[in-house]
């Protein structure tokens, strides 16, 4: 991760921090950050910053009001990447995602006094080397099932990324968006990392997970997959006819759901 990318995480964890100790110190005992924030693969003006915060209590009326106070406040400032995570009290850590209702969360900077957010599998595992910005976690007292993970990922290939594919696939709006780069690029490195959990029942970022796949899939696969690296990272595109890399992208995104339906 880059020195820019580094910087933009510490000013945004900083001011989210001061944050929560002006408005719900006594609310928040922990924070800790998750995705491409701790993962290394973050980029300024794509990535969200993702993050589990640690409740004292399950929240009141007034503490998620000071709650949606405070995601305003933050989200005052537009150069600031967007909250997207989720408000656990310690019990429900312990307990795991299958066990925990709908509760606060933010997606892509919007506050929701209570919705399921990223209440699975996939967060907890990816906790397991979250970075503390308040507070710390033992490991050990986190829930932890790599096979209830394996089969997430799986119920969500079946779930979301097949629609997904089928819409992209057409000439709708996703279709159309297939054209560009970056959808592209979300598609193939996010069925990527799929692959690589059911795989390995670990957590990969989208880079290192396309550079998995890499090594993995067919030399038939080498292109499109190194043109999703190159536009995550801000490189050229090879392709110079963008439906030729509309072409391969479903191709390569078909192959990797085939290949997590046989894993």
Same mark, same amino acid.
């Given at each position: ?19 929560? @100790?002006?408005?719900?110190?006594? !609310? ?10 701790? $993962? ?8 969200? !910053?993702?993050?589990? *915060?640690?409740?004292? =209590?399950?929240?009141? @009326?007034? @503490? ?12 005052? $400032? ?19 995602? @299958? ?19 990223? =209440? ?21 007292? !986190?829930?932890?099932? =790599? ?17 997904? !594919?089928? =819409? ?44 998995? *796949? ?14 999703? /690296? ?19 992208? /479903? ?13």
């Amino acid at each position: 991760m880059d020195g820019a990318a580094q910087t933009t995480i510490d000013l945004a964890a900083t001011i989210f921090r001061t944050r929560i @100790d002006r408005y719900c110190s006594d !609310l928040v005992p922990g924070l800790h950050l998750v995705g491409s924030a701790a $993962d290394g693969d973050f980029r300024p003006g794509q990535s969200d !910053l993702d993050f589990v *915060a640690v409740l004292s =209590r399950i929240p009141t @009326d007034a @503490d998620i009001e000071a709650l949606g106070i405070l995601h305003r406040s933050y989200g005052s $400032d537009p150069t600031l990447p967007r909250l997207d995570g989720i408000w656990l009290t310690r019990e429900e850590l312990r307990a795991g995602p @299958d066990a925990v209702g709908p509760g606060p969360t933010s997606a892509s900077g919007t506050f929701f006094e209570s919705a399921r957010g990223n =209440r699975n599998p996939v967060t907890w595992i990816s906790l397991q080397h979250g970075i503390p910005i308040i507070g710390t976690l033992d490991p050990g007292t !986190l829930w932890c099932d =790599r096979e209830r993970l394996r089969a997430w990922v799986r119920q969500n290939a079946t779930g979301y990324w097949r629609p997904w !594919l089928n =819409r992209s696939s057409g000439w709708g709006p996703a279709g159309l968006a297939m054209l560009g780069r970056a959808a592209p690029m979300w598609g193939v490195l996010g069925i990527a990392r799929q692959h690589y959990t059911v795989t390995t029942g670990e957590i990969a970022s989208k880079s290192a997970a396309g550079q998995w *796949a890499l090594e993995r899939f067919g030399e038939h696969h080498r292109r499109i997959l190194a043109e999703a /690296l190159a536009s995550r990272h801000g490189a050229p595109s090879a392709y110079r006819n963008p439906f030729n890399r509309r072409r391969d992208a /479903l191709t390569f995104i078909a192959t990797a759901l085939a290949a997590i339906d046989a894993a």
